[in-house]
């Protein structure tokens, strides 16, 4: 899914942070540079953050597969023939 053209849902993304069994502020990339230069050092609840990436999904660590009911957040293609 290009959540970037189609961005989740909040309920979508505290669906996929269960699944991945993080909090929705872990699903946000905070070491990219396009967040640090519009975001800085935020803190918010989790509501206030499914809402921030609901408007700015790019700002979400990606990429993200789905299989069945788990979700594997993958740092590197070979990660992939693992799930």
């Known amino acids: 899914?290009?959540?970037v053209?189609?961005?989740l849902t909040e309920e979508q993304l505290f669906e996929?942070?269960?699944?991945?069994?993080?909090?929705?502020?872990?699903?946000?990339?905070?070491?990219?540079?396009?967040f640090?230069?519009?975001f800085g050092d935020l803190d918010l609840d989790d509501?206030?953050?499914a809402k921030l990436i609901h408007k700015n999904p790019e700002i979400m660590k990606t990429p993200i597969v789905i299989h069945g009911d788990k979700a594997f957040l993958i740092s590197s293609p070979n990660e992939v023939l693992r799930v």
């Open 5 to 7: 053209n189609n961005p």
């Open 16 to 34: 996929l942070a269960n699944m991945l069994n993080l909090t929705i502020s872990e699903l946000v990339n905070r070491d990219d540079e396009v």
């Open 1 to 3: 899914v290009d959540i």
């Open 36 to 38: 640090m230069k519009r």
């Open 47 to 49: 509501p206030d953050w």
